[in-house]
């Protein structure tokens, strides 16, 4: 895989991933809930597909921050594990009203946004910490 410099959360494929995949459940699922589940199912599941790339992109501007980041990421994570849920109840609950086939395809792809989030977390750690490492003054003999 060819290495980008990062300049922006647009940058980041987990950024474009989930809003992807949010357009696929505003547009394919949440529309073709019913009626009854619009301030409960059909909310909540509208609610944690466009978290996701708003925490990173609103994550992304605090990356200087020592948690900042890493805590947006977080909570993505969360909100990704949530919408993994509800669209599993959206199939489970309602299957005359949804898409199965699509169900499926988002659950694994909010399932890849959460293993990418971590992972992105995790790098971003490791990445701050080393750099720390490196730009840290050298303490000299007399110090």
Avoid at 24 to 43: C, F, G, N, Q, T
Wanted: hydrophobic share 30%; charged share 30%.
């Amino acid at each position: 895989m060819d290495k980008i410099k990062i300049t922006s959360y647009r940058d980041l494929d987990v950024y474009n991933r989930s809003y992807r995949a949010c357009l696929l459940v505003m547009k394919e699922i949440v529309p073709k809930l019913p009626s009854r589940e619009k301030y409960d199912l059909a909310d909540q599941l509208s609610r944690s597909s466009k978290a996701i790339p708003r925490l990173i992109s609103e994550g992304y501007a605090k990356k200087h921050q020592k948690m900042g980041f890493q805590k947006y990421l977080d909570d993505a994570m969360a909100e990704a594990n949530e919408t993994s849920v509800s669209l599993t109840q959206c199939s489970d609950i309602y299957p005359d009203f949804t898409d199965q086939d699509l169900c499926r395809s988002l659950i694994n792809e909010y399932d890849i946004v959460g293993k990418q989030l971590y992972r992105l977390r995790n790098s971003w750690r490791n990445f701050s910490e080393n750099k720390k490492l490196i730009t840290k003054p050298v303490s000299g003999p007399n110090d």
